[in-house]
Structures are given as C-alpha cells and as structure tokens.
C-alpha cells in the first residue's frame, strides 16, 4: 500500500507542487493584509487554537520585516491519516528507536482516548510549556517542583538547552535552563558532596588498608612492643 501510494504521489507530483505555492501565496497575502490593519488601527490580535489552550497573539509582538522569515509548506501530518495506518506508523518509529514510547503515545492523538491521553502526557506537556516560557521573549522562569517527574525533567530540560545552544540563544535564556537544570539535580541528591577520604588515603584512591601487625615469636617473651 505505501509503494502504491508513494507511485501515485509522484504522478500528481506537479499538481501537488502547484497547490504548494498557492497555499504559500496565501500567506503571504495574509501577512500583508495583517499589516495593513495593524498600521490603520495600531492594534491586531488573533485568537490561536490548539488541543491544550488557547492563545491571544497581538501582531506588535511577532510583527517582522519580509527578509525575516521564510514560509515553508509542510503536511499536516507525516503520519497516516487513517488509525490503523498511523499506529503501523508509530509502532515501526518506536521499534527502530527513533522515538521513545511517551512520544509515541503524544502522536496516536485518539479521539475516545483524548482525556486520558491529556493526564498520561500532563507531566511531559507541563515541562515543554516551562521551558518554552524561558525561551520566549520575556525569558519568564519557573522553579522545578518535587511533584514533577524529575527523571523526564532533566531529560527534557538537557534537549532544550541543546536546542538553544543550537539557535544561539541569549545568555539569560541559557542560565535559566542550567539554572533549572541544577535544582532538579538538587531534589534528585545529584549535587551531594562525595563521601571524605580517611586520612592519609590517595585523592580517588582505595582506603588505607589496616596496618600489618608486627610478626610475634613464639621464642620471645610476651612484651609489648611499645614498651621495648
């Protein structure tokens, strides 16, 4: 079926190249019809929907210049639309490593498993929107707390700084993930002092082992040796 279907994509290759351009086109137009209104009444907001909240999004905070952005068309989904095809899908990027099962539930997106599947990938979806928040334009930041999944918060919180080290993001923005990043490691005991070393024991060394006694003949009187 997917041989099938990847021979009949590239039949349509040209139409589908077409309609690319013209949902770019769109954009575009999109873009200016925003500015056009923002310049007339100094004001432009949009409410932005998605599965989890809703955002209000004024245009004075995103407002770029036409050499600072790029449009790309990309599809919806690299899934199958179909269920069955989707968790084929899944199942065979799990298998392969290339995503790890969490994620794997985050992208089966079930209609009848909706609620359940919002309280399994709660703790995920709370730790992205903290770091997402640090890496906005207010850089707005927020302590790790014991009720956290902690494991999956220093995971997480090493990806983005990754990520934003990639970017060249700003240096606050970076000593806020470290910063975060240290407390977790804090409330998981990582950042304990190692144990003292016994005295006279080597830096990283084993401990001293327990002197030798002093050999004793059984052809010498019982002395005490500090007493000779």
Known sequence: MRAYIDNADDRILSV???????????GRQCIEVAKDIYSDKHS????????????TIDWKDIKLKTDEYVLKA???SSLADDLSG??????ELMQAGIISPRRGRRLLDMPDLEMSDKLANAAEE???????????EDGKYRSPEPYMDLQMAKQICLEYMNY?????????????????????????GLNQPPPQAMPGA????????????????????????QAA
């Open 16 to 26: 589908e190249q077409e309609i690319e351009k013209f949902f770019l086109e769109i």
């Open 44 to 55: 432009f907001e949009v409410v932005f929907p998605s599965t989890t909240f809703i955002e």
């Open 74 to 76: 990309f599809p919806m």
């Open 86 to 91: 989707r968790l084929d899908d899944i199942q």
């Open 126 to 136: 709370l730790l992205h929107k903290v770091f997402e928040e640090m890496l906005e």
């Open 164 to 188: 934003a080290d990639l970017h060249n993001a700003p240096e606050d923005r970076m000593q806020m993930l470290e910063r975060f990043n240290n407390q977790v490691n804090d409330l998981l």
């Open 202 to 225: 080597q830096p990283g060394g084993p401990a001293p082992a327990n002197p030798t006694p002093t050999p004793v003949s059984p052809l010498l009187p019982n002395v005490n040796p």
